[in-house]
């Protein structure tokens, strides 16, 4: 009899793609984009990463035993992206989820997902139905207590410390301190280009108060040169100088 080696852990092999799409639909790509880009900007300065659409392995030695949450934040790690996540080589579970949920995922992500995610240890998982298909709430968060999850009542994030708002077929996120929104890929670009308009405008008033007050001196000068030329001129006709 041939005796069965266990295989070396540096043999295993864990994909990190499957060849399936990133997204059932447009909306549903877009919501997942602008969410990661969103995220990633607001925790740019802080120890924490947000990945996308990768898969998260959870049980070293199995490759079969993951899945690719659609947008994932995951503190007290290296910042950056990765190719997949292993959550025994990071050393953290992910503090929120996000799944952009459809009418063909609904069964797996209320269901499957949600248990794994709660067996995980993951704080905060939020189900965003871009297209309205099955939830009556077009956003639904659970936070975990104990060992199981409740319902989110006021769409506040305890691990981000963001308040959210479904808007449209998007996730809006909202500063708990200034209640300041969180601005979109393209409300930033936007921002940024009245931001160097006002810059612009800012730097050629600057220049023309430059330029007048410029022109003042040169006729303040011009102004005292004609008075010392009427002075010398009086003194060489012998009138004395009345100041």
């Not at 540096?10 to 994909?15: A, N």
């Not at 934040?73 to 953290?92: A, C, H, L, M």
């Not at 992910?94 to 209320?110: A, L, N, R, Y």
Request: proline fraction near 5%; charged fraction near 30%.
């Amino acid at each position: 009899m041939t005796a069965i080696l266990p295989v070396a852990q540096s043999e295993i092999f864990y994909p990190s793609a499957d060849g399936e799409p990133v997204a059932e639909t447009y909306d549903h790509l877009y919501v997942l984009l602008t969410t990661l880009e969103v995220l990633k900007q607001y925790l740019a300065d802080t120890q924490a990463t947000v990945l996308a659409n990768q898969f998260m392995y959870y049980a070293q030695g199995y490759p079969k035993l993951r899945v690719a949450p659609d947008v994932m934040v995951i503190f007290d790690v290296t910042p950056g992206g990765r190719d997949n996540y292993k959550i025994w080589e990071e050393g953290q579970v992910p503090s929120v989820i996000f799944e952009m949920t459809s009418s063909g995922t609904k069964d797996q992500d209320q269901i499957f997902k949600k248990t794994l995610y709660e067996q995980l240890g993951v704080k905060e998982y939020w189900l965003f139905d871009p297209k309205r298909e099955w939830q009556e709430e077009q956003l639904r968060g659970y936070r975990l207590r104990g060992e199981i999850y409740e319902p989110i009542s006021d769409n506040r994030s305890e691990p981000l410390k963001l308040r959210l708002q479904a808007e449209g077929r998007l996730i809006n996120f909202y500063r708990e301190d200034t209640a300041e929104k969180l601005l979109i890929p393209g409300e930033l670009a936007q921002a940024l280009r009245q931001e160097v308009v006002a810059r612009q405008q800012a730097e050629a008033q600057a220049e023309q108060e430059r330029q007048r007050a410029e022109a003042e001196r040169q006729r303040a000068e011009e102004a005292q040169a004609q008075v010392e030329q009427l002075k010398a001129r009086l003194r060489s006709l012998g009138i004395p100088d009345t100041e």
